[in-house]
């Protein structure tokens, strides 16, 4: 039987090395296996290996944690496994057989990279990169992902990476820029693929990957085969968009906090406050509009769409059409762009023209004639009358749009009906409407606590695992993060998609009955501090707490006792 030599890549961890060398040599014993173990660490190697004394028919394993570089193997052949993998399993790690849980690549292993990203950069994101990462341990292939979250790149791939993988998996609900990723087999996803089954998509990708039209620079792509839909495109402009609401938000609301509702009086210029409204109000809102037209024209477009996008958005702006002429300005600006890329023809030493120079002054032009003389006028007049209707709900048609939006919220958890929801309730807020999002967010924090104070009422409902994420599950309702409920709703989704439905409808009614508004589009419990952040904050306290409430009965009512209750974590 050939002998094993594993290589430890421990870094600052030098214990966790060495108890994950331990575990391979007892591992190795038992199995009756001849194996020498190198740990590298921080404060040096232990145990160095002697590189002549392997021969071709040798293991050579490599252990370190996902996001490590293997730069150390110099290129041999080699099987690699998480550091995790030894220490849960170090048996079935040394088997490496079958696509188990230890099971490692061979030296003919796929090499996978992979970027993940949602329109909030937050829930989605990260849950989709854990399951691409779950699905490659279980293949056995080595991968890399890159996050784009809301504070930018994670783990961001290098250009030598990208060069070496044999496969690009996009698992994003937004677009995501794809000029470095030319010349390469790239296979495009949403998240929820790669949340609930990474190693299928995984699969998938390695079949129907397509080569990657264009150039890897910042030109634009001539030619982008694969399209995607309108959703996506909204998602990205959302994406963008939502610093902007954040940031001017939060500054108006300090601006109240500081210097009452009359902060913006002429008799309060010079003041901190009036400072405040001004740059949240006349900077940060006003940016809003535009960027969501820019960034929905970019997810078309590429690079030439930004300027024409934003140039619409602002004209949709200053003509009253508000978020509706801004999105459609956005798709305006950005399928305009993409026609005339294709129409315009230039020899090869004026195509660096167009997307500096032809595309953005066409496609501004088009689209700034298209928002003054023709779309421009009916747009701002429907948002006349959807804001004047809103502003005016009172009683029962207030509830009946809180039932609505807190349904969508709890439907598909993150998803596109979710999102949908999400995104009206937002764009209303560069509208000076408010209460939609406080309901929006009422709504979309109720399933993961309704679900965490489920587990403390019925713990016989739930297996032990589910018992374990019930902490998670609070913290991340408590931020306004729904995906939270998402590992509960996946094992029992026809009881406890209703139950979560519900509480939250409750949630969104009483808010929108109580005149609940909420001028900041995320954050959960811990933007409601905040001085002028939320109105009637004991009345959108009460509609949380009553959603949850709800959410928990029904979980109750509906999910049936597991097999054999399980005791509640300590």
Known sequence: MSRIFAIVQAGASGVTGVLAGEALRKAAQAAGREIEVEVHTDLGVLNPLAPETLSPDDMLLFV??????????????????????????????????????????????????????????????????EGLQEGARQLGYPIRVETQG??????????????????VIIAADREVDRGRFAGKRVFASNTKPAITGGAKLIERALAEAKVQGGQASG???????????????????????????????????????????????????????????????????????????????????DRPGIAPGMIGGMLAANIGAGF???????????YGVHWLNRLIQLPRNLQGLKPVLILPLLGSLLTGLLMIYAVGTPVAALLATLTEALRSMQGSSAIVLGLILGAMSAFDMGGPVNKAGYAFSVGLIASEVYTPMAATMAAGMVPPLGLALATRLFRNRFTSEELEASGAAAVLGLAFVTEGAIPFAARDPFRVIPALMAGSAVAGAISMGSGVELRVPHGGVFVLPIPGAVTHLLAYGAAIVAGTVVTALVVGLLKRPVAVAEPLPA
């Open 64 to 129: 370190a944690p996902q996001a490590a570089d293997d730069g150390v193997m110099k290129g041999k052949p080699h099987r690699r496994v998480d550091i995790d993998a030894v220490l849960s399993d170090p048996a079935a790690v040394l088997d490496g057989a079958g696509g188990d849980a230890g099971a490692l690549p061979s030296s003919s292993a796929p090499s996978i990279v992979a970027v993940t990203s949602c329109p909030t950069g937050i829930a989605h994101t990260f849950m989709a990169a």
């Open 150 to 167: 809301s504070v930018g790149a994670g783990n961001a791939l290098t250009d030598g990476e990208i060069a070496a993988a044999d496969v």
């Open 324 to 334: 509706l002429g801004g999105i459609v300005a956005g798709f305006i600006a950005g």
């Open 219 to 301: 030109a634009a792509k001539a030619d982008r085969e694969e399209r995607v839909g309108p959703y996506k495109h909204l998602m990205t402009g959302v994406s963008f968009m939502l610093p902007f609401v954040v940031a001017g938000g939060l500054l108006i609301a300090l601006a109240f906090a500081l210097g009452g509702i009359h902060a913006n009086d002429d008799a309060a210029k010079g003041t901190l406050a009036h400072a405040l409204f001004q740059i949240g109000a006349n900077g940060g809102f006003a940016l809003i509009v535009p960027a969501l037209a820019g960034y929905i024209a970019f997810s078309i477009a």
